[in-house]
């Protein structure tokens, strides 16, 4: 029996750069055998010449592995090659769809400086995934303080440990994103769900706001398609640890709005970010976390069907997986391919690998 079976991670990165198409496979089937997940869904991203052919190889790694891996792609903003008009990044979406990718990665900021959330430019992508049902995750927003941390005392010579100045040392409780800037995000994605109250959109992190669960509860009330994830980062859980009892009434209360997430990479060990939400969610232990240099406090006892929804259930009812033709999937990977060649930094390697997906699908 798998250990974590009965767990899907809604929130996993995945970069490409393996050395090849074969060598990328492996990663993402090592990563999910490592793992014991009943399946992880694989966030793309485009931020750069170096991971902007990921998404063809994750579409690949989804096809050779049906029912164990979903797909979330990330509209080229910050490409050059790509259009990000408004018509260029709805078009950008209908492709991901066609060539049956499962749902939409975006970043606050990422359309550029001074470019608001509410911004008319992304009116036609949510309109064609309202009409679709084509699910977003988004990150927006970060912690206006981040906890103290504390970690173990090291040896000062080798070959034990190498200490590392400021990276080794206990710190204080620090200031993090201001909070005027995550107000008006805040008030911009208001008139986003306004707009768009169709939108099947998951705010990663607890949406940042694990120290406010009132107004996430009022949030979440308003907006009835709106879910979180409980992606780490470690605040999330050094808050909720502040209040077992409060945040264990949350999670009841709102079992069918969370879903479980790691922010794990298929390039690195799965097992510590997922044991460590485990002990929180499972236990009613307090268990120091060398990771995060924090105390976390279990929440336990959570009742098995609020279990069952936030590792798994929830994030199917969220997403909808698409499903794969081979000869729209290998069309979108010779697309890429066309588009990523005008792409200044892009290497040869890199493009060949979008073909190379094209013809195992073909």
Known sequence: ????????????????????????????????????????????????????????????????????ITV??????????????????????????DAGMDGVKMAAGEAGEGVPLDSEIYDPAFDLMEETGFPLLYHVGGAVTIPPKRTFHKFDFPPFVVYRPGEDDDREAMPGLDGAVLTEQREQIERVLHRHPGLRVTFAHMYFMS???????????????VMVDLTPCHEIYYNLS??????????????????????????????????????????DETTFVPAWGIDIRGIAPLPREVLERIYKKNFFQS????????????????????????????????????????????
């Not at 991670?9 to 014991?36: E, F, I, Q």
């Open 1 to 68: 029996m798998r250990r974590n079976e009965g767990i899907f991670d809604a929130h996993v990165h995945t970069h490409g750069g393996c050395g090849g198409v074969d060598a990328y496979l492996r990663n993402v089937k090592d990563h999910l055998s490592a793992s014991g997940l009943d399946g992880e869904n694989l966030l793309c991203v485009r931020h750069g010449a170096e991971v902007c052919t990921s998404d063809a190889l994750a579409l690949l790694a989804k096809y050779r592995m049906p029912g164990k």
């Open 72 to 97: 979330y792609c990330n509209p080229g903003f910050k490409t050059a090659c790509f259009d990000c008009s408004a018509e260029g990044l709805k078009e950008q979406i209908q492709d991901f769809i």
């Open 211 to 225: 120290d406010e669960l009132d107004l996430l509860s009022e949030f979440l009330d308003r907006h009835p398609n």
């Open 242 to 283: 502040q209040n077992p009892k409060q945040s264990r009434e949350f999670l009841c209360d709102y079992s069918d709005r969370i879903m479980f997430g790691t922010d794990n990479t298929t390039e690195m060990d799965p097992t510590g970010t997922i044991e460590r939400i485990r002990t929180f969610l499972e236990t």
């Open 319 to 362: 997403c909808t997986p698409g499903t794969i033709d081979p000869k729209k999937a290998a069309g979108y990977c010779r697309k890429l391919y066309d588009t990523l060649r005008t792409l200044p930094g892009i290497t040869e390697d890199k493009l060949a690998e979008t073909l190379e997906a094209a013809e195992r699908f073909d």
